[in-house]
Structures are given as C-alpha cells and as structure tokens.
C-alpha cells in the first residue's frame, strides 16, 4: 500500500511545484519537462507520479496518472 501523504512529504519544492500544476490531463510542460521525466520514473518507496506520450507532431505530453492525482490531493490539504 502507497503513503501517498509520505510521498507528497518527500518531494521537492520543484516536484511539488509541477505535480501541483499538472492534471490527468496530457499536456506540454515546458521548463517543467525535465522534472516530469523524471517524476515519470518510480524512486525508492516513491512510485511513478506521472505518464508521457508522444503527440501526433512528436511532442513529449505529460499528465498525471492515479498516484500522482492522489498525491496532489494530499498536497491541496483536499485529504483529511
């Protein structure tokens, strides 16, 4: 069972920055690609937080996948 309240702890400012303004849906981040990369990746006790695809035009998107949404709530406060 994920802790997703220890993961969301544990992140950085810049890994909670970008899981903050990401959804489920896919999207170009920009600056924020290379945190998604690797947020894309599990670490430790940490599972992956986000998923990729390539757009028609080669364009890397990134949205949230389930345990990302759920550490996000966990960042909001949205999780008593």
């Known amino acids: 069972m994920i ?8 992140l950085s400012r810049g890994q909670k920055s970008t899981v903050l303004h990401m ?3 896919f999207r170009m981040l920009g ?3 290379a945190t998604a990369i690797r ?3 599990p670490y430790g006790l940490r599972p992956a937080l986000t998923t990729s ?4 035009a080669g ?3 990134f949205a949230l996948n389930a345990d990302g949404l ?3 709530k966990h960042l909001t406060g949205q999780v008593a």
């Open 53 to 56: 695809r390539k757009s028609e």
């Open 70 to 72: 759920a550490v996000q």
């Open 23 to 25: 959804d489920a849906e």
């Open 39 to 41: 947020l894309s990746k």
């Open 31 to 33: 600056c924020s690609e």
């Open 59 to 61: 364009i890397l998107l």
């Open 3 to 10: 802790d997703h309240a220890k993961v969301a702890r544990g």
